[in-house]
C-alpha cells in the first residue's frame, strides 16, 4: 500500500472505530438474512424514528455537509439556498408519495409502475431511470471519497476510492437493507452530534449571538472575495436559479434509495411519521451547516479560501483544525480527524444505499421479472442481487479511479437529481393518480425525462468550459441546471405518450392499485 | 387484520364505497391546498433570490438579511406542515381507511362501521 507521507495518524484511528462498529453491525445483521425481504427491505421492521434516522442518514450526502458548507464559506447565502430546497423536497415526499409507495410498492420503484401497466416495458423504463440515478449519484460520491480521505488522511486517491467501495460492498452483500439502515442510522447520529458540537464551537467564539457571526462573516471579506449576504454570489443566473430549485424539490422524491427506505417500515403509518422525524433531522442538520459556513467564514477569513480546495469542501474539516487549537497541536488534529471521520462514515452510508437500489433494479425488475419471468426462487434472486451490486461496485470504482479527480463532482450531483425529478418521479406520481395513465405514456416520459436530462448536462456550460464562445456550450445553450426544461418534458411524455396511443388502461388494476395505496389494504406484511 | 387474499377482495366496490370516497375527498382537500401552498411559497422564495437579490440582501438587523429570515420561514413551513399533516392524519384519515376495509374486505362485515359513520357525519 503506497502511504503518502503526511498520514494522519488520528484519522486513521478514528477511521477505524467507524469501520469496526459497521462491521460489526454488519456480522449482526448477517445473521439475520432470511430472504429477499431481509435483503431488500429488512423485513419490514424498522420504526418511523429508526427509518427517519436512517433517510436522513441516506440523504445527508458529504456533498451535503462539507459541500454546503464550503459553499456558504465561498459564497455565502447562495449555499443556504441548496438547503432549502433539499428540505422543502420532503414535504413533496410526505403529501405525494411516501405512504403511497410504501402501500402500493414491495422492493422497488418499478413494482409501483407494473402494478397497473404492461410489466415488462414499465419495469424496463422504471429500471432504467432508477439505474441512470444511481449511477450518476454513485460516481459522484466514489470520486468525492476518494478525493476528501486523500485531503484528509493523507490515503492516495485510488485507494481511498478502493476501500470505500469496498466497505460499501461488504454492509451490502453480506448485511442488506439491515444492515446498510443500520449504518446508515449510526452515520446520521454521528453527522449530527459531530456538528451539533462544531455548532457550539462556532457559536462561542461570538458570544452565542448568530447575528455577530453574520456580521463577522461579511466583515472577514476582501475586494476580491466572492462571499455575500446577498443571493447571486455563486448562482448568477436568474433563470439557472429557479430551474436548479425546480430539480432540487422534486429531485428527491424520484431518488430510489431514498424511496426504497419506505418499503422498510412495516406500514404506512410509520411510513408517515418517518418523514417528519426526518425533516426534523435534516432540517435541524442544515441550519446547524449555516454556522459551519459562515463561522468559516467568520474564522477563517478570505486567508482560508485557498486551503479549503476546489467548491470550498475542506472548509468545514480546516475550521475543526483552527476550533481545536490549530495545526499541530492535539486539539486540532483530534478535532479534524473527528470530522474526517464523520465525513467517512456519511459517504459510506450513501453509497450503500445507493447500490442497494439499484441491485433491486438489476435482480427484483431486470433478472427475476423480465427475464426469468417470475420464475426464478427467492433465494436465486437474492443471490442475483448481491452479484449486481458486486458488479455495480466494482464498476462504480473503476470508473471513479480511470476518471479520477478531475471527474466533475457537482455535475454529476445535478444530473442524478434531474434525472430524478424528470424521469422517476413524472411516471410514479402519474401511476399512482391518473386514472388514464398507460404503458405507453410511462415509457415515454420515462425516456424523454432521462434522454433531455442527459442531452441538457451534455451540452451545458459546465461541460464546456472551453472560450470559443460566450458560454462555451457548442450549440451556445446557456443553462447549466436542466429542470425547467427536462421536467415538463418528462411530464409531457407521460402525458402524449398515454393521450396517443391507442392501449387501454388496465382499469381493473388501477381500482386495486388505487385502493391498496391509499388504505393500505393488501400491502406487503412486515416479517414477524 | 385477517390476511387478505388479493383476489378475492372486490376493489371496485372498495373504490365506489362511501367510506372510501370520504377518506380520498377529505385527503384531497387538505393535501392539494397544502401542496399549492409550500410549492408557490418556496417558488417564490426562489424567484425572489433569482431575480431580487438586493431586497433579499437588506439588512434588517445587523447581518440578518431579509434572505435569511425568508429561509427560516421555509424552514418554519417544512415543520409546521409535517406535524400538522401527522396528526390530521393519525386523526382523520387512518380511521377513515380502516372503516374503508373493514366495511368491504372478504371478512365478516362489521356491524356499526357504517352506522358509526352516518352519526359522525
Same mark, same amino acid.
Given at each position: 500500500m503506497t502511504v503518502l507521507a503526511a498520514i494522519n495518524v488520528e484519522a486513521v484511528v478514528i477511521f477505524a472505530i467507524v469501520l469496526s462498529i459497521t462491521l460489526g453491525v454488519t456480522y449482526w445483521a448477517s445473521k439475520r438474512m432470511t430472504g429477499a425481504s431481509t435483503f431488500y427491505a429488512a423485513g419490514r421492521q424498522i420504526t418511523g424514528l429508526q427509518n427517519g434516522l436512517a433517510i436522513s442518514g441516506d440523504y445527508l450526502s458529504a456533498a451535503s455537509f462539507l459541500g454546503i458548507a464550503g459553499l456558504i464559506f465561498l459564497y455565502g447565502f447562495d449555499g443556504f439556498l441548496y438547503s432549502i430546497g433539499f428540505l422543502v423536497a420532503f414535504l413533496t415526499v410526505m403529501f405525494l408519495l411516501a405512504e403511497r409507495m410504501r402501500n402500493a410498492g414491495k422492493y422497488t420503484i418499478a413494482d409501483v409502475l407494473s402494478f397497473r401497466l404492461r410489466e415488462r416495458p414499465a419495469r424496463t423504463a422504471a429500471a432504467l431511470g432508477t439505474l441512470a440515478v444511481a449511477a450518476f449519484y454513485l460516481i459522484a460520491q466514489m470520486v468525492g471519497a476518494g478525493v476528501l480521505i486523500q485531503a484528509l488522511v493523507g490515503i492516495d486517491f485510488s485507494i481511498a476510492v478502493a476501500l470505500t467501495g469496498a466497505f460499501m460492498l461488504c454492509y451490502v452483500i453480506f448485511g442488506g437493507m439491515l444492515a446498510t439502515t443500520w449504518v446508515q442510522i449510526i452515520k446520521a447520529v454521528l453527522l449530527m452530534a459531530g456538528i451539533l458540537v462544531m455548532s457550539i464551537f462556532v457559536l462561542e467564539t461570538v458570544g452565542f449571538n448568530p447575528i455577530a457571526l453574520f456580521d463577522d462573516a461579511e466583515a472577514n471579506t476582501t475586494a476580491e472575495s466572492t462571499f455575500s449576504l446577498a443571493p447571486g454570489a455563486f448562482l448568477s443566473s436568474p433563470i439557472d436559479t429557479v430551474s436548479l430549485g425546480l430539480a432540487l424539490v422534486l429531485g428527491t422524491a424520484g431518488l430510489p434509495h431514498i424511496l426504497m427506505r419506505f418499503f422498510t417500515v412495516p406500514n404506512a403509518r410509520a411510513a408517515r411519521s418517518s418523514v417528519v422525524w426526518a425533516m426534523f433531522f435534516i432540517g435541524g442538520f442544515y441550519l446547524l451547516t449555516t454556522f459551519i459556513g459562515f463561522g468559516a467564514r467568520s474564522v477563517m $477569513?478570505?486567508? $482560508?479560501v485557498e486551503a479549503a480546495g476546489t467548491g470550498g469542501n475542506l472548509a468545514a474539516p480546516n475550521l475543526a483544525l483552527e476550533l481545536g487549537g490549530g495545526a499541530g497541536t492535539f486539539g486540532g488534529d483530534l478535532f479534524l480527524a473527528v470530522i474526517a471521520g464523520v465525513a467517512f462514515a456519511t459517504i459510506l452510508a450513501v453509497v450503500a444505499g445507493l447500490v442497494l437500489s439499484a441491485s433491486g433494479a438489476v #435482480?427484483? =425488475?431486470? %433478472? @427475476? @421479472?423480465?427475464?426469468?419471468k417470475g420464475r426464478d426462487s427467492e433465494k436465486e434472486e437474492v443471490v442475483v442481487a448481491k452479484i449486481a451490486a458486486a458488479s455495480i461496485g466494482v464498476i462504480a470504482i473503476l470508473i471513479a479511479v480511470i476518471g479520477g479527480e478531475g471527474l466533475n463532482v457537482s455535475f454529476m450531483v445535478g444530473l442524478a437529481f434531474a434525472i430524478a425529478a424528470s424521469a422517476n418521479f413524472p411516471a410514479l406520481v402519474l401511476a399512482l393518480t %391518473?386514472?388514464?395513465?398507460n404503458t405507453v405514456g410511462a415509457v415515454c416520459g420515462v425516456v424523454l425525462g432521462v434522454v433531455s436530462a442527459i442531452l441538457l448536462i451534455v451540452v451545458s456550460p459546465k461541460v464546456w468550459p $472551453? #472560450? =470559443?464562445? =460566450?458560454? $462555451? @456550450?457548442p450549440i451556445g445553450w446557456?443553462? #447549466?441546471?436542466p429542470g425547467i426544461v427536462s421536467i415538463p418534458l418528462g411530464f409531457l411524455g407521460c402525458i402524449l405518450g398515454t393521450l396517443l396511443s391507442t392501449e387501454r388502461a388496465n382499469e381493473r388494476s388501477f381500482h386495486e392499485l388505487y385502493v391498496r395505496s391509499e388504505t393500505g389494504l393488501g400491502a406487503e406484511k412486515a416479517l414477524h | 387484520m385477517a390476511d387478505h387474499d388479493r383476489s378475492t377482495i372486490d376493489w371496485e366496490a372498495i373504490e365506489r364505497s362511501p367510506e372510501f370516497q370520504e377518506l380520498v375527498h377529505r385527503r384531497r382537500a387538505f393535501v392539494i391546498p397544502c401542496t399549492v401552498f409550500f410549492l408557490s411559497w418556496y417558488l417564490g422564495f426562489i424567484l425572489l433570490c433569482a431575480y431580487a437579490p438586493d431586497f433579499m440582501g437588506e439588512s434588517v438587523y445587523q447581518g440578518l438579511t431579509v434572505g435569511y429570515c425568508l429561509a427560516l420561514t421555509q424552514f418554519l413551513m417544512v415543520f409546521v406542515l409535517g406535524l400538522w399533516y401527522l396528526s390530521k392524519a393519525d386523526k382523520e384519515f387512518d380511521p377513515l381507511a380502516e372503516r374503508a376495509i373493514a366495511a368491504h374486505s372478504d371478512d365478516a362485515p362489521q356491524p356499526g362501521t357504517r352506522r358509526a359513520q352516518e352519526v359522525r357525519s
Open positions: $477569513g478570505e486567508a $482560508g #435482480a427484483h =425488475d431486470i %433478472w @427475476s @421479472s423480465i427475464i426469468r %391518473w386514472r388514464r395513465f $472551453g #472560450a =470559443d464562445s =460566450d458560454t $462555451g @456550450s446557456t443553462l #447549466a441546471n | -
